[in-house]
């Protein structure tokens, strides 16, 4: 993760893209790495919160990529919708 350097702090050695710690327990770790390795999933972040104190919290979850047809269908869907945006704007104006 890329974490920008604050700037009215006074470290000197500061490394934004450094490793960061994982508070999981060690179950829950095995369980998504397992997961990951075996079928193919990606862990990806949901929603990032930020506490008073200034910590940074994730949700995180697991996703399968679409195949080749889903990306195919998915991208014929949003170009129908842009066709029928175009057609209602013009229509109006």
């Not at 998504?32 to 910590?55: F, M």
Request: charged fraction near 40%; charge should be positive; aromatic fraction near 4%.
């Amino acid at each position: 993760a890329h974490i920008s350097e604050y700037s009215h702090s006074s470290a000197r050695e500061y490394d934004p893209v450094r490793l960061r710690k994982l508070l999981m327990h060690r179950h829950e770790i095995n369980r998504l790495q397992g997961k990951v390795e075996e079928k193919g999933l990606t862990i990806v972040p949901l929603k990032l919160y930020i506490t008073t104190r200034g910590l940074a919290k994730v949700l995180i979850g697991l996703a399968r990529g679409k195949d080749a047809p889903d990306k195919k269908r998915s991208t014929m869907d949003r170009e129908k919708k842009r066709e029928a945006e175009r057609a209602m704007k013009g229509k109006f104006d």
